[in-house]
């Protein structure tokens, strides 16, 4: 009886949607394999997620092959894939690869060829005789570049002339991007071979041979082919190996991010009371089996990680395995040495900085359960660890858990909450400053919440308390004369801080600055008198202009609330903050740290070392500075200019820069010489600035979950962030408007009160890389309900609990 396959194939096809396939007499094919199907006149590839005896279509036609011989998804896999397509309308093949194994050939190329290349082909139109033409010259090529070299309208071509039998299509896979490396050994053949029997083989007239003999037998171990053939020569190698006194060998190499490093057990610190209450209670979930997500609210240094590793160690001894993400940035070689300090040959780590090869190797070295923990940044989500019992997503607020730049849009955070109900496992969020939404999980009781309100006591030092933290008011600077990028106050800072040989830090927010629109005299900026978000400076129409519902108004020659006539843009580059810098202290070493200035791979640790020793001693440097890293002699941060990130015309924007805030806070304050913070800002009244100052994530939390409920915002309601991006714009607002009324027209239809449209309106920036952009945002608590009643054009974005809706 035939067998059927529901199939997800990598072809644009809606979200969780498989294609059923006939399976041929005598192919085994498995939930999980990975198989070629044709689909139209192309061979793609396609995860296999289902078996049946029957169809649910009457025509279906033959997988085509296995492309890999053992399944390459679990159950376990599969059901994640199937919900994270659901849920973030992603494709249901792009959501299953983010779990199939590194460097898996995941796409056949396709060719083409003529199909009698001397014979004359007949009358054909002038796109088909430009494709026989091309064929003709090139012989057969790769059916992507012939469509590339010749237009959009080859693809009919081609299509009319492989039905005329004029060309011939196949495909073929491509060698996978990386696979086990092996390295080819010379060994000595037989321990048991006799002296004598050797001296007879080896004969009197082959010195070369009897020296590589010596020396392999002299070494006890295994020498590289390459250096034996190097050192003796070719002929010797082979002379023995005739001889049956030497016998060549393939060994598996395990490409090992940490070889070379050792760790030494670390015996872990008594507990405070305060961990151990956490402790017990994450200890006691994981007793009971059941799915439990915890929110760990606490400082820095408050020892959250202490509890991390305790909960890991928990984990290990009753058979379990862990997973710990980090932010990317975080993933230092600080952080990894302590975990791996604690569990020792038990570590393993994935993120985007290891070499094909080594993520080949630490992919199956999981999957083969290898490793106890792994630690990786938001993709190690997806890492086949196999009995899991816990995982941990420290600084759990971070942007960068949330996958912006290509589908499936998915948030780490979410995705292993939903792991852990497919395993039965523990999630253990930690921050200082949890997301919002995250808090009013904890809150209203979906999360269990563990507090550690205090930084842990050095003991040596007396206490390490957290920075003293200073606002000062920029209007009042500029009032008094002082027009200079530095207040009077930091000056002041920076000189005691130098003077004693200390090291400072000079932060910058510099996202969305240059556009946001501002009175220097008073700190009011310009917001739209509809949505109460802030405008921005559009330079090509000189207007203001929100980003929600599009309203455009005139720049303001003075401030609508004092009259002044200051109105400026914010605007500071990390280079100009250094010039200023050089000249306020002449002879001064400074270190600019930003994205442009340690993009190559490795410049990030480079720049850390450095600043580390001392080699400079004031670093300037955008939101990377503010991620976890621990500067002992750092007792000085300025933060240039708050006000940056506040205005930016997105509902998160006060949460964002109270968070980078409190982070950029926590860098200092750390040895033993304390320290200090100096804010600078127009604004020193606002609630996320003030609760910063004061570290008090409670008033902010209060102040914040007041204005989401009173503008319908998460966790009030649920969003969906929809852009199109195109060259032309006119026909990027066309297209916008065009799905904005179809939007508008279902929600009528179909009477969904409980789903707003908000916009067509350009986005922020209005333009990216050449691209325009608008933006429509959808806002209620179910939006999907509305989406689902219309089709989304291609070219579309669709982004289902946004971070962000600029
Ligand atoms: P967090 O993860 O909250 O930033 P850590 O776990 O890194 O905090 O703890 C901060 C510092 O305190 C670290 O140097 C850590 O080794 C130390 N520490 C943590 N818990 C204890 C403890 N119970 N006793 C002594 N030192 C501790
Ligand atoms: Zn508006």
Redesign the pocket.
């Known amino acids: 009886m035939t067998k059927y396959a529901e199939v997800a194939v990598d072809a644009p096809a809606g979200y969780n949607r498989t294609f059923t396939y006939s399976i041929p007499d005598g192919m085994s094919v498995a939930h999980g394999h990975l198989v070629r199907v044709p689909f139209g006149r192309r061979v793609l590839s396609g995860f296999v997620f289902d078996i049946s005896n029957e169809s649910k279509v009457t025509q279906t036609r033959d997988i085509h092959r296995l492309a890999h011989r053992e399944p390459v998804l679990s159950y376990r896999d599969l059901a994640l894939a199937s919900w994270a397509s659901e849920h973030y309308m992603g494709s249901l093949f792009d959501c299953a690869a983010l779990l199939a194994p590194p460097g898996l050939s995941l796409r056949a190329n396709s060719y083409v060829s003529l199909s009698r290349p001397d014979a004359e082909p007949g009358r054909l139109t002038q796109a088909q005789a430009r494709v026989v033409a091309y064929l003709k010259r090139r012989g057969r090529v790769r059916r992507d570049t012939l469509v590339r070299n010749l237009g959009a309208s080859s693809e009919r071509a081609l299509s009319s002339l492989a039905a005329r039998g004029i060309i011939e299509g196949w495909s073929e896979d491509r060698k996978p991007a990386a696979g086990p490396l092996y390295i080819t050994y010379v060994e000595a053949a037989e321990p048991s071979v006799t002296l004598e029997e050797r001296e007879e083989r080896l004969g009197s007239r082959a010195p070369r041979q009897a020296a590589l003999l010596d020396h392999i037998e002299g070494s006890g171990a295994p020498m590289r082919l390459s250096e034996a053939t190097k050192a003796y020569g070719s002929s010797a190698v082979k002379g023995l190996e005739g001889k049956g006194l030497l016998r060549i060998v393939r060994i598996r190499q395990d490409r090992d991010p940490l070889a070379g490093r050792t760790f030494t057990q670390e015996e872990p610190?008594?507990?405070?009371p305060r961990?151990r209450q956490c402790v017990d209670r994450i200890r006691r979930a994981m007793d009971t089996g059941s799915p439990r997500v915890f929110l760990l609210r606490?400082v820095?240094?408050?020892?959250?990680?202490?509890v991390y590793m305790r909960a890991l160690s928990h984990a290990l001894s009753r058979g379990k395995r862990g997973i710990v993400m980090v932010p990317e940035l975080a993933l230092t070689p600080q952080t990894i040495d302590r975990f791996g300090r604690r569990f020792p040959e038990q570590v393993a780590v994935l993120h985007s900085g290891l070499s094909r090869g080594e993520h080949h190797d630490q992919w199956w070295g999981i999957r083969e359960g290898g490793y106890g923990v792994v630690i990786g940044s938001r993709s190690a989500v997806f890492a086949p660890q196999p009995d899991l019992g816990v995982i941990v997503i420290d600084e759990e607020h971070e942007w960068t858990y949330k996958q912006q730049d290509t589908s499936p849009h998915y948030h780490a955070r979410e995705v292993a909450i939903k792991l852990a109900e497919l395993a039965n496992a523990v999630v253990i969020l930690g921050s200082a400053t949890p997301d919002v939404v995250s808090n009013s999980r904890a809150i209203e009781g979906e999360f269990e919440l563990l507090e550690?309100p205090h930084r842990?006591r050095a003991s040596d030092s007396g206490e390490t308390l957290l920075p003293r933290v200073r606002v000062v008011d920029l209007r009042r600077e500029l009032k008094e004369g002082n027009r200079s990028i530095f207040s009077r106050a930091l000056s002041q800072a920076m000189e005691f801080a130098l003077r004693e040989g200390e090291q400072a830090i000079l932060y910058l927010n510099r996202r969305g600055s240059g556009s946001l629109v501002q009175c220097r005299d008073c700190g009011h900026s310009m917001r739209c008198r509809r949505c109460d978000l802030p405008m921005t400076y559009h330079a090509q129409s000189e207007r203001l202009l929100c980003h929600r519902c599009g309203h455009r108004q005139s720049y303001p020659q003075s401030c609508p609330r004092c009259r002044g006539p200051r109105i400026r843009y914010l605007g500071l580059g990390t280079q100009q903050v250094v010039e200023e810098v050089e000249k306020a202290f002449p002879g001064v070493k400074t270190l600019r740290w930003d994205r442009d200035a340690v993009s190559a791979r490795g410049g990030h640790e480079h720049a850390m070392a450095g600043f580390l020793k001392g080699d400079a001693q004031v670093l300037v440097g955008t939101q990377m500075i503010a991620k976890g890293l621990h500067f002992p002699d750092v007792t000085l941060v300025g933060v240039m200019c708050a006000d940056i990130g506040l205005y930016l015309p997105d509902y998160r924007a006060s949460e964002r820069v109270f968070q980078l805030l409190c982070q950029v806070s926590g860098r200092t304050g750390r040895g033993p010489r304390g320290g200090q913070v100096v804010v600078q800002t127009y604004s020193p009244d606002h609630y996320a600035i003030r609760a910063a100052a004061d570290q008090d994530y409670e008033w902010f939390f209060r102040e914040e979950i007041a204005y989401r409920d009173e503008q319908d915002l998460p966790p009030y309601s649920n969003l969906i962030h929809l852009v199109y991006a195109h060259t032309g714009p006119d026909h990027c607002r066309q297209q916008a408007v065009a799905l904005g009324e179809s939007l508008r027209r279902e929600r009528l239809a179909w009477g969904i009160t409980e789903a707003d449209v908000l916009g067509p309106a350009p986005a922020y920036p209005p333009r990216v890389g050449g691209r325009y952009r608008w933006h429509i945002v959808l806002r209620g608590q179910n939006p999907r309900e509305l989406l689902d009643k219309v089709t989304v054009p291609s070219g579309w974005t669709v982004d289902v609990d946004p971070m962000s809706v600029m």
């Open positions: 610190p008594s507990l405070t961990q606490g820095t240094a408050s020892g959250k990680t202490e550690l842990i």
